[in-house]
């Protein structure tokens, strides 16, 4: 029987791997690199929808949160700093192979990240090889959770939403997609996940053990 889930839609940072550049890593980098927590903070907070819609570049967002004023370290120090806060995680990852191997399912990206953290986390994930289109919010210049960003993934995968399945870490980025009529799964493990796209009439390759 064909998979009732023609069209899967997967944020990244807590779902697929570690968050970008959360709040913990901005605090760690504070301390490491000796800098006015809350005024970066301050900074960040100003800066962030920009950033991450696609209007600054990660050279532009850095000048204009961190190398304000001085510094005994360069761009290039912080932002490998940045890079290394990604990680994977391997077992969400194998589920949405599984799901990919299957062959009944378009597999989307849809997640609020800049263009430069974006690209190195897609290749860094593998998920150039698991994934057919990319939607991040600097590409489509809308973060969720606005209602628009729902409404621009359908238009540009051509998707209908009562036959996609959009998965996300944050209950608050699945609201409007519910209200579209997509199935919806609120991630907390990979076990979960797996159980969770079968219910909701997804086809997984599963692989032996």
């Given at each position: ?26 605090k ?61 995680f ?24 800049s ?14 090889e ?24 359908l ?45 909701a ?9």
């Amino acid at each position: 029987m064909a998979s009732k889930i023609r069209t899967a839609f997967f944020d990244i940072g807590g779902v697929l791997g570690t968050n970008g550049w959360d709040r913990e890593h901005r605090k760690e980098a504070s301390r490491i690199f000796g800098m006015d927590h809350a005024q970066y903070t301050r900074l960040h907070d100003e800066n962030v929808p920009a950033f991450e819609e696609g209007l600054l570049t990660l050279d532009q967002y850095l000048d204009r949160t961190v190398f304000v004023r001085p510094r005994n370290f360069t761009p290039d120090d912080f932002k490998r700093f940045m890079y290394t806060r990604s990680e994977p995680f391997p077992e969400s990852l194998a589920v949405v192979r599984e799901l990919k191997q299957s062959g009944q399912t378009h597999m989307c990206i849809a997640s609020n990240e800049s263009d430069e953290l974006s690209r190195y986390r897609d290749r860094l994930f593998g998920l150039t090889e698991i994934f057919d289109t990319f939607l991040a919010s600097c590409w489509i210049g809308v973060r969720k959770p606005a209602a628009i960003f729902y409404d621009r993934i359908l238009a540009i995968t051509e998707a209908r939403a009562e036959a996609s399945v959009f998965v996300d870490d944050h209950e608050e980025n699945l609201v409007a997609a519910q209200a579209l009529g997509f199935a919806t799964i609120h991630f907390q493990s990979a076990e979960q996940l797996r159980r969770d796209l079968v219910a909701a009439g997804a086809e997984l390759n599963i692989q032996p053990g």
